[in-house]
């Protein structure tokens, strides 16, 4: 088993990398080889068994991918994208990165015969706007009011094409708003969802720029990657007619997360939340809908995190090892 | 007012032109120019007051739009494409005409900082597919299982996101099955549903190879060629959030159509379409989606056909023209 991830030097890639290599085998089979492309030299989480490697590559370079598959991997993780707000300060980026990047690997495969080549793409939440109903399902139009989710959009299209035509075995998954994310505040308009719980139970401070009426639809990093895990897994067959579908996150609001944080850590935790409204991001994570039934990722048997409680508790465990 | 109609050799882009001629007038501005492009020289209805020219371009060449669009065309029709089957039969040429010829006509806008330019391109019913609900609506999710569809729903959300960044002026509008198509029966799937109206009153054969109980969402050509007009005219501020919808069209059985036909021409017409089940013929069209709400379309002042009744009967005032 040979497995490529996109995006290797990235938040999911390298913890998709690291359990990949705690887990030893996937589909069944033995991992022999683990490769991580990246444009920045992605760090190797260290093996005995398996030989991993690390590839700095620039993936909207022609042929950047060439070598990559020609060693013909069975599973390949296409992680790699500007995020949200690079692809809407710049167009052409995000075009070429998030669209023409994964276009470009699927015409990879397809050239090499990589009919049973599962390849795993990440979409988005931000896929989905416009008139929405309150409840999303899986047969909900996305109408994307961002770049960036038009290119998920794009891709989802184009993968689901591909694999219909037998080119390549795609299975495009749509990850809900990813917390307690570890790190730093950083510019995300999400931030705050990580921030809110990360900070206090830190002993610092966090801010919280919304109402605490505000509901996410959220997953854990644990979950999502045992969601990605499980994409390479499912049966090719069971993802007709569309290899594209939302994730079961939880619907969580920011005054059950504050709650929770309460319960966890105490009222002296819970005051270190300042209450600072920013409409700007109000109005952008207002935006994304928290409510969905996922009936197919249910039915093909992916699964989301139990409660918040939970949530917190692998955020606090995970911390301390 | 310039008008530039890609796709100008075809069946609708002829039309559009004779009737934009009749018309005289779009957006309440004198039409001074017309500009039909199709890679076969389109031939020019006559006009005493429109400049007409007819160009031979293959658009899929890098720039062949270069000249057309540095005349600053105020609407552009873009029409041509290749249809269903070639689509499927050959995925580089569908992704080429259908999607890189559209995009290279956004980046074509874009650059010339065309920003007011109304873009009006014609999707379809093929978009539309996978587990759909029994009627459909403005936010039935886009799950195509061929790829001319799939080439279709990515212009949608390309041309959607150009708008929203006002680089142009985007509107899409998906067509229903249009009958009755004047000409020949050809390999279409959907030849039949003008076929076993137009042969009959034509006094010849038609062959009706599905059940009677089928569906179609069907609209007349001078509707579709209506409401092209009208998708100029729509001010640019009511087609947020979503650049792309459905048109009002009818549902309509094939056992209805034949009762039309009895009740416009007698049973002796009606004695002229045979029966000759097609299993093929019968599974691809039963995947059409037949039973649409069209509220936004509505909303937006596009109309539909008043019944089957008048479908026909304006079919036959025109033949006998
Ligand atoms: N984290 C989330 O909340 C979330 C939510 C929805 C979807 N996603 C998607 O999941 C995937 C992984 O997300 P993440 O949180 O790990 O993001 P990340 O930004 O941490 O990782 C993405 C990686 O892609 C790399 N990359 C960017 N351009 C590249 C190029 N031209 N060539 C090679 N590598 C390039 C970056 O260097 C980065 O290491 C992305 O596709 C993202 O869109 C993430
Ligand atoms: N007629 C229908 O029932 C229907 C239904 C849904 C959507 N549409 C869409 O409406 C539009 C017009 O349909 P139509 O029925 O007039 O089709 P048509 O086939 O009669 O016309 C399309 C034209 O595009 C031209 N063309 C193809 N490739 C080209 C290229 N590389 N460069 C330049 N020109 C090229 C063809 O020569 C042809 O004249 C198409 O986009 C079609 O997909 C039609």
Redesign the interface.
Known sequence: MHIVITGGAGFLGQRLATRLLARGELRGEAIQRLTLVDQVEPPCPPSDTVDVAGRALDITEPGALDTVLDARPQVVYHLAAVVSSAAEAD?DLGMEVNFDATRALLEGCRGRGLANTRLIMASSVAAY?????AVLD????????N?YG?QK??CE??I??YS??GLVDGCVLRLPTIIVRPGRPNAAASSFASSILREPLNGEEAICPVATSLQLFVMSPAKVIEALIHGAEVPGEALA??RAFMLPGITVSVAEMLDTLRQVAGDEALARVRHEPDPRIEAIVASWPARFETRRAEALGFAGDRSLHDIVMAFIEERSR
């Open positions: 167009l706007g416009g008139e929405l109903p899986d047969m909900t139009a996305l109408q994307p009011q770049s038009t959009a794009m299209l184009l689901n094409d219909r035509r007619p569309f």
